[in-house]
């Protein structure tokens, strides 16, 4: 039975997570169980599949708001999933990998993933993280939809806020909706350092230093897509958007 809850007002509105449909792609039948009961429990409906195939023929079928992929798979793994499920329609992908490998991370993301988390993990933790994607998917159709005037221009870097745009000398750049909103929170301050943390915080909702690799992989994502002259580090704070010299 769906949750509800009742507000203020005395209307029933659905509990947090309540419609949102959720792919947990997983061949580890404890894990996928403890993610699916964890999700359940936070209102979201959950299905699930164990390997490459099904999970493409599921999410096709399904159209959930949101996949959780493990790397590791039956049939072909979660990176090909990523691959043919965002080729079908755009949804946001939460990778999960058993390596501490940032190779893996970097292709996750280069295939269309939005956020990863590396085994073992708290199901609070994902749970969170859940929640911060599907805002984060909110707020920018939200955005799509809200005329704001102006484009940003810092140099031959381009961003268009109204269409989640971002253009480089001219040419259309493809960013996931974290990298988007990553390049957007350091662009709001030119050349001003942002710690890891401040980013994870305004971009994440996440509030855990443990989560500040995650960080330094997608600006390594987003180097390679807008050139890594662009993003500055400044080691042992954070990083700066860098723009032309006036």
Same mark, same amino acid.
């Given at each position: 039975m769906?949750?509800?809850?009742?507000?203020?007002?005395?209307?029933? @509105?659905?509990?947090?997570? @309540?419609?949102? &449909?959720?792919?947990?792609?997983?061949?580890?039948?404890?894990?996928?169980?403890?993610?699916?009961?964890?999700?359940?429990?936070?209102?979201?409906?959950?299905?699930?599949?164990?390997?490459?195939?099904?999970?493409?023929?599921?999410?096709?079928?399904?159209?959930?708001?949101?996949?959780?992929?493990?790397?590791?798979?039956?049939?072909?793994?979660?990176?090909e999933?990523?691959?043919?499920?965002?080729?079908?329609?755009?949804?946001?992908? =939460?990778?999960l990998?058993?390596?501490?490998?940032?190779?893996?991370?970097?292709?996750?993301?280069?295939?269309? @993933?939005?956020?990863?988390?590396?085994?073992?993990?708290?199901?609070?933790?994902? @749970?969170?993280?859940?929640?911060?994607? =599907?805002? &984060?998917?909110?707020?920018?159709?939200?955005?799509?939809?809200?005329? &704001?005037?102006?484009?940003?221009?810092?140099?031959? =870097?381009?961003?268009?806020h109204?269409?989640?745009?971002?253009?480089?000398?001219s040419?259309?750049?493809?960013?996931?909706?974290t990298?988007?909103?990553? =390049?957007?929170?350091?662009?709001?301050?030119? &050349?001003?350092?942002?710690?890891?943390?401040?980013?994870?915080?305004?971009?994440?909702d996440?509030?855990?230093?443990?989560?500040t690799?995650?960080?330094?992989?997608?600006?390594?994502?987003?180097?390679?897509?807008?050139?890594?002259?662009?993003?500055?580090?400044?080691?042992?704070?954070?990083?700066?958007?860098?723009?032309?010299?006036?």
């Amino acid at each position: 039975m769906e949750q509800t809850h009742t507000s203020h007002n005395g209307a029933t @509105a659905a509990a947090p997570g @309540a419609q949102r &449909r959720v792919l947990v792609v997983e061949d580890d039948p404890t894990i996928v169980d403890a993610i699916a009961a964890r999700l359940r429990a936070e209102g979201f409906v959950v299905q699930t599949a164990g390997d490459g195939p099904s999970a493409v023929d599921t999410a096709q079928a399904w159209q959930p708001d949101l996949l959780i992929l493990d790397i590791m798979l039956p049939g072909f793994d979660g990176l090909e999933v990523c691959r043919r499920v965002q080729a079908q329609r755009p949804v946001p992908v =939460l990778m999960l990998t058993a390596r501490d490998d940032e190779t893996d991370m970097l292709v996750g993301l280069g295939v269309g @993933a939005d956020d990863y988390m590396t085994k073992p993990f708290s199901m609070r933790e994902l @749970a969170a993280r859940v929640h911060v994607l =599907l805002r &984060r998917i909110e707020r920018a159709t939200l955005a799509a939809t809200t005329p &704001r005037s102006g484009i940003l221009r810092l140099g031959e =870097l381009e961003i268009d806020h109204a269409q989640r745009r971002v253009r480089v000398r001219s040419e259309d750049v493809h960013l996931t909706p974290t990298e988007f909103d990553l =390049l957007v929170c350091l662009a709001n301050t030119p &050349r001003a350092v942002l710690s890891r943390e401040q980013l994870l915080a305004e971009v994440w909702d996440w509030a855990d230093a443990s989560g500040t690799r995650t960080v330094d992989s997608h600006i390594k994502a987003l180097r390679r897509k807008i050139g890594a002259e662009r993003i500055r580090t400044v080691h042992g704070v954070g990083y700066a958007l860098e723009t032309p010299t006036p």
